[in-house]
């Protein structure tokens, strides 16, 4: 996937927060636009559509910059140093009211890629499975289903109560499965979070059975769905839920039983010998799906979406940002057994004197118009899902999970291996995989995810207090706008 390109098929969404269209929001190409009726006519114009459906999940406000970054900073390992609302001060307070910045436009963006992904699915139905025939149509449709799981399981990580929170018996959010064209089409009660998080792996599971295993480029086996794509994605949906025998279920498809850990099948996905390659190559085989950036105009996150904007600090202080969040120095840059010589600590740097010391993540290193490709999931979230999964199933210091841990680990840290005799009991070895975690995925969007699918507690930062699961902001509200124009949705 080159460029971002993204057809108006749609017209004005009412439901998704606009009362008239806009061309800023739907990001049409007048020159080229087409109309509904012959957007499925010719096998160009299909394949243009489904590129579509991915230039919407990375769009700045959705996967592309501000999922990732909300996913950080409401968790304890960042400080906010600008007090700006616009890029999430209120988020990292952990107080967004319905009408928040964040709330709305993630709410508007992951729901218009939504409905672009019905509008395809309709489309295809409809006669564009006959124009590209029927092997294509197949890749194309696992490619549609696929960004709408993990939409809607995105969807699900902010606005829904967890899933371990009455076993999915909370309302979730709406499921929209059908194409919006046009007003009137708004109500729509909140489906429960175990009827979301079933469609989510229907989507993934159709998904798997439909994509191509491999593709011809190192560039579209990174930044196009394939079979090891939907297995991956299908791991993190499955530890959300808790449901840990089908994380390693799925993650056995794509993981050796011993090291070194790889995938037999398909993209050879697998660690990479030094981390700091993945983010200066951004298609090597341990990013199993990346959201590409250029310096095409339209083709970046935009203004203040961008990881490096919010992470990195100022020119002045040696970045590339704005320095939007400092690492907290309490957080996880404080844990002593992530040693100095770990080659993950590069990715942290400090800037000022005294008590004006601070750190920062430059784990993102592009400058403006900032086309670092922007991480959806890695090989080593895999294998560190499949570590939790097997020890938290067993309730043992499982031999596999041990060397799963050991293989993230000393793969920055050659002077740390972890044995069996490292932990004392099962839930040492699950607190360590937990700080692995928080270590390896700094500035990947995956630590709100992790608090929340365990119902713990949000750490205080700051001044802000402690969140626990019962408090209210432990969850966001429901976007202000889809209550205005849904008769049918409930506020959280």
Known sequence: MKKKI??????????????????????????????????????????????????????????????VIYGDIRGEDFINETSNLVTGSDVWSLNATNSATAVVNLWYYAYLTINKCNIFLDGMEAGGSTIVGAETAAKYIAEAKLIRGLTYYSLLQYYARPYADGNGS?????????????????????????????????????AEAGLPSTYATAADNTTRAHKNTAIALKTRVYLSMQNYASVITEANKIVSATAPFKASTGVTNQLQADIATIFTNYTTTESIFSMPMTTTTGDFPGTQNQLAYYFSPNTANGGVGNGEYSLNPRGIIAEPTW????????????????????????????PSPFTDYVPVIRYAEVLLNLAEAKVRSTNTVDAQAVALLSAVRNRSDAATTFTAASFATSTDLANAILLERRIEFLGEGLRNNDLVRLLQTIPAK??????????????????ATELALNTLATDN
């Open 6 to 67: 993204n057809y108006s098929v749609v017209i004005c969404l009412l439901l998704l927060g606009v009362s008239s269209c806009n061309r800023d929001l739907l990001n049409p190409i007048p020159q080229t636009s087409v109309s509904d009726a012959s957007a499925f006519s010719t096998t160009t114009r299909v394949q243009t559509q489904l590129l579509s459906l991915y230039g919407a999940l990375k769009d700045g406000n959705l996967y592309g910059g501000r999922y």
């Open 170 to 206: 909370k309302p979730g959010v709406p499921l929209r499965l059908n194409g919006i064209r046009g007003v009137g089409q708004s109500n729509l009660a909140r489906s429960s979070v175990s009827e979301v998080y079933a469609q989510v792996l229907k989507d993934l599971n159709e």
């Open 339 to 366: 040693t100095a010589t770990d080659k993950r600590r590069a990715f942290v740097k400090q800037s000022g004197t005294g008590a004006a010391v601070k750190n920062w993540l430059i784990k993102y290193k592009a």
């Open 462 to 479: 700051g001044t802000v207090p402690a969140k626990a699961a019962t408090d209210a902001g432990y969850i966001w509200p429901i976007s």
